[in-house]
Each structure stands twice: as structure tokens, then as C-alpha cells.
């Protein structure tokens, strides 16, 4: 029983340590093409496309409800303590533009764009369409992953203003419809004590967001083994690997741009 606890503990351990090797390996990589060579702006466009212009209305669809949602808890806990709902359109934007909108619109674009990135590369290497590109003379790095990099990089700040945007509006509905909350101290609000850096805090941290997404499903889809099930279980493994890091990486970007006063 116990040896075979830690012949599997064991197994686990060296399983992690062989993919966090290849998962840098494929960084280095990435980056070493990024830096001597010509991207291919054409796959990387037509990724933008895929992701971008598909992810953008279930994201922004995500943050018009959640911006509800947190007018509607704020106006009501405020209203319990003072008799009247009070900082709604403050509380709803600094949670939408410093956290929510940055982590779920990441969350939104990995459970949509990451999984499909991880399929098409695992349905490629079972399909032995990655070995053709080397036969081709064509490193798959250079073909493959950089243009969806780029792509997470240029397209998910994006989405996350578009997502800040329709959750602020959302915020707006339900303070103006359910509470009669007039619109000039809703955006008053906000105007008065949202400064450049609160949206920079949001901002920068979906750059750390877009590397993450973009290189994990691509790492996943590029180790598939095994036909159709292994593109199944690659695809599940690059989704929740994706979801995971964004929500650990928030703290420590957070913990980072506090440190440097970035708040």
C-alpha cells in the first residue's frame, strides 16, 4: 500500500518536472524565434480574427451581467447599513476594471479561444501535420505558436476594455432602473475617484493573462498523444491549466504593481 503511494507520488513528481522542462524549453524557444526572425503577420491576423471578433460577445456579454449583479449586491448592502444605496457606480467600476473584467474575460477567452487553439495543434500532432512541417524545412514554433501569441497578446486587452465597458453599462441599468439612481452621480462616481492608474493596475495584468493562455494551450496541444482521446483530454488539461494560472498569476501581478505603486 505504501509503496504504492509513493511509487505513485513519485511518478507524479517527475511527470511535473518533465513538463515544466519541455513547457520552458517551448518558451525559450518561442521567444528565440520572436527574436530573430520574421513573424508570419498573416496567421497571426487570422487569429486575431478567431479569437477576438468569436470571443467578444460572450465576454462582453459575461461583464454586462456581472456589473449587474454587483450593482445589485452594493445597492442593496448599502442601502441595509444607510437607508440608501451609495458609491454603486464606484464600487461596480473599480471591481470590473482592477480584477473582474481582466480575470474573467481571460477566464471567457480560455475556456473558448484557448480550447479550440488546443485542439487544432493536438488534432495536428496526431495527425502528424506538425512532423510535416519539419520535413518541410518549417519549425512549427515559428508557424504555430508565435502567431496565436501574438494574437493573445495584441486581441485580450482588447476584449478586457470592451468587457470593462459593457460592465460598467450593466452596473449603470440595474443602479438607474432598480435603485433610481440618477445618472449624473452614477458617473460622478466614477469620474471622481477613478484615476489613469486604476485602469493601468487592469490593463497591464491581461498582457500577463495573454501569455499565459496563449503558451499553455499551445503546450498542450503540442504534447497530445493518443488519436481522438488524447485531443479530448489535452483540450481539458489546457483549459483548466489556463483558468488555474490566471486566477494564481492575479495574485502575484497584483502583490507586483501594488509593490511598485501601480494602484
Known amino acids: 500500500m505504501i509503496e504504492r503511494l509513493l511509487g505513485g507520488t513519485g511518478r507524479g513528481l517527475l511527470e511535473a518536472a518533465e513538463q515544466a522542462g519541455q513547457f520552458a524549453m517551448l518558451t525559450r524557444s518561442t521567444h528565440g524565434w520572436l527574436a530573430r526572425s520574421r513573424v508570419e503577420w498573416r496567421q497571426a491576423l487570422i487569429q486575431m480574427g478567431r479569437i477576438g471578433v468569436g470571443s467578444l460577445p460572450v465576454s462582453s456579454m459575461t461583464a454586462f451581467f456581472t456589473g449587474m449583479v454587483l450593482a445589485l449586491q452594493t445597492g442593496a448592502t448599502s442601502k441595509h447599513f444607510f437607508n440608501t444605496p451609495l458609491f454603486v457606480g464606484t464600487v461596480v467600476s473599480f471591481a470590473l476594471i482592477m480584477e473582474l473584467g481582466p480575470v474573467m474575460t481571460a477566464i471567457v477567452v480560455a475556456g473558448r479561444a484557448g480550447a479550440a487553439i488546443a485542439a ?17 524545412g518549417t519549425d512549427p514554433v515559428r508557424y504555430l505558436v508565435i502567431p496565436r501569441l501574438l494574437a ?26 432598480k435603485y433610481g439612481i440618477p445618472s449624473t452621480v452614477f458617473w460622478h462616481d466614477i469620474v471622481d475617484n477613478m484615476m489613469v492608474r486604476h485602469f493601468v493596475h487592469g490593463f497591464l495584468k491581461t498582457f500577463v493573462f495573454a501569455w499565459t493562455v496563449a503558451m499553455v494551450c499551445c503546450f498542450k496541444g503540442l504534447r497530445t498523444r493518443g488519436g481522438a482521446e488524447g485531443v479530448g483530454r489535452a483540450t481539458t488539461e489546457a483549459v483548466v491549466a489556463s483558468m488555474t494560472l490566471v486566477l494564481v498569476l492575479d495574485y502575484f501581478a497584483t502583490a507586483l504593481l501594488n509593490a511598485l505603486g501601480i494602484t
Not at 487544432?120 to 518541410?136: F, N
Request: aromatic share 12%.
Open 120 to 136: 487544432e495543434l493536438g488534432t495536428m500532432k496526431v495527425t502528424e501535420q506538425v512532423d510535416a512541417l519539419y520535413t518541410l
Open 152 to 177: 493573445f497578446l495584441a486581441v485580450l486587452p482588447l476584449l478586457t476594455v470592451a468587457s470593462d465597458f459593457a460592465g460598467v453599462l450593466g452596473g449603470y441599468f440595474v443602479a438607474r432602473v
